[in-house]
């Protein structure tokens, strides 16, 4: 990726995570990237392209470690499930801590990821599709083979919720404490640990009283 690309990127997530998709200008973008108002077009080939190329640059990443992860959970246990709390952790701790600190990029681009699915744009079923579709068909037969006993619809209404959870958070970045100073990232990992017990909690109480209902 050039320098120019990368500036583009990192202005386009300020843009989105204040102004949504269908606030945002061409013209605004490339203006805080000091960039020719060309650009966009040149190097991405269209403001959806952007925000695309956007989210594999930025999430591409934590997705693999998301992944490696999991699998290196499952390799220790054999044929014993990976529990509930350790499936949610590695979903989740790397937004709060590795955006939060700047590890995989700013806080930004979380709020504009969860902006980007609230406002349902047509290109976003694309990005899914792509980008989140190995992950989610992973991380939801981890929690089916947590609760075998559950109907096979389960896991799908458990990681809507979860889903639901993680856009509400992501959209709320801008309360969480962020910073890269050593107190700061025990906060954010206080903070993750507290979410990831409040939505563990919640997905084994919907196991105990689940029942099968079609999503609107």
Do not use: W
């Amino acid at each position: 990726m050039t320098e120019t690309q990368l500036k583009l990127i990192e202005a386009a997530e300020v843009e989105f995570a204040e102004r949504g998709f269908d606030g945002s200008s061409v013209r605004a973008i490339t203006g805080r990237a000091k960039a020719n108002i060309a650009a966009i077009n040149y190097h991405f080939g269209s403001k959806e392209a952007l925000f695309l190329e956007m989210v594999r640059h930025r999430i591409s990443p934590v997705n693999e470690l998301r992944l490696d992860l999991l699998k290196n959970e499952q390799a220790k246990l054999g044929s014993r499930p990976v529990p509930v709390e350790r499936i949610i952790d590695i979903l989740i701790r790397p937004l709060i801590v590795g955006f939060g600190t700047g590890e995989y990029g700013s806080a930004h681009f979380v709020r504009a990821m969860a902006r980007g699915l609230a406002e349902h744009q047509h290109f976003m079923v694309e990005m899914q599709r792509e980008v989140l579709a190995e992950l989610f068909r992973s991380f939801k037969h981890a929690l089916s083979s947590c609760f075998p006993e559950q109907p096979q619809d389960f896991a799908e209404c458990a990681f809507h919720f979860l889903s639901c959870s993680l856009s509400g958070l992501m959209m709320q970045t801008h309360h969480a404490p962020s910073s890269s100073d050593q107190v700061s990232r025990q906060s954010l990992e206080l903070y993750a640990d507290n979410f990831i017990a409040y939505v563990t909690g919640g997905l084994c109480n919907l196991a105990r009283v689940y029942q099968p209902a079609p999503l609107a």
